[in-house]
T-cell receptor, first 114, second 115 residues
């Protein structure tokens, strides 16, 4: 079936480096994408979203890139900090349907080394 | 403004018992969603409710699972005759009523353990 998946299950970076977390999706009907951060024992926390009519969106220290041609999504975190250590999920949805029924990927564990 | 509140945080049940998970959405939010997360996996959509209505339950198992969101009080996810495979983290999310595909705000989840 169609799903959202991630290339790498784990990513380890040094504090201060930039992090790039990748995500592949296969549902061509998806037109809304979100990145969530999940810390241990907590619920997912919204980071940034992007609609399919855009290919880049920037937030505070984070940038999401969308390549619809190859169905690829990435999250870039600038100057990664220890507090960024968490599992990062991409999720997709369709703006056509009423309400949100997110399809989540399996997550990437980001570890930031001091 | 309190966030999405879920209780209990941890719930232990023996096989065959019932589990009741509660979710109070953020103030002003009338859309509630339930998701299930197995260890080291992403969240899986279960059910979408508005006040007194089930909008979409396509992700919920046909048997033993039910959900409600009454006019007053929290949303309840009920699992009857629990089995070990029901052990998971169950997350509730809410969104405001103004438009579809609004940003979801998640609670901290209920960790269900079935012995």
């Amino acid at each position: 079936g169609e799903s959202v998946g991630l290339h790498l299950p784990t990513l380890s970076v040094q504090e201060g480096d930039n992090s790039i977390i990748n995500c592949a999706y296969s549902n061509s009907a998806s037109d809304y994408f979100i990145w969530y951060k999940q810390e241990s024992g907590k619920g997912p926390q919204f980071i940034i979203d992007i609609r399919s009519n855009m290919d880049k969106r920037q937030g505070q220290r984070v940038t999401v890139l969308l390549n619809k041609t190859v169905k690829h999504l990435s999250l870039q975190i600038a100057a990664t900090q220890p507090g960024d250590s968490a599992v990062y999920f991409c999720a997709e949805d369709s703006l056509v349907t009423s309400g949100s029924r997110l399809t989540f990927g399996e997550g990437t564990q980001l570890t930031v080394n001091p | 403004n309190a966030g999405v509140m879920q209780n209990p945080r941890h719930l232990v049940r023996r096989r065959g018992q019932e589990a009741r998970l509660r979710c109070s959405p953020m103030k002003g939010h009338s859309h509630v969603y339930w998701y299930r997360q197995l260890p080291e996996e992403g969240l899986k959509f279960m059910v979408y409710l508005q006040k007194e209505n089930i909008i979409d339950e396509s992700g919920m198992p046909k048997e033993r699972f039910s959900a409600e969101f009454p006019k007053e009080g929290p949303s309840i996810l009920r699992i009857q005759q629990v089995v070990r495979g029901d052990s998971a983290a169950y997350f509730c999310a809410s969104s405001p009523m103004q438009a579809p595909n609004e940003k979801l705000f998640f609670g901290s989840g209920t960790q269900l353990s079935v012995l």
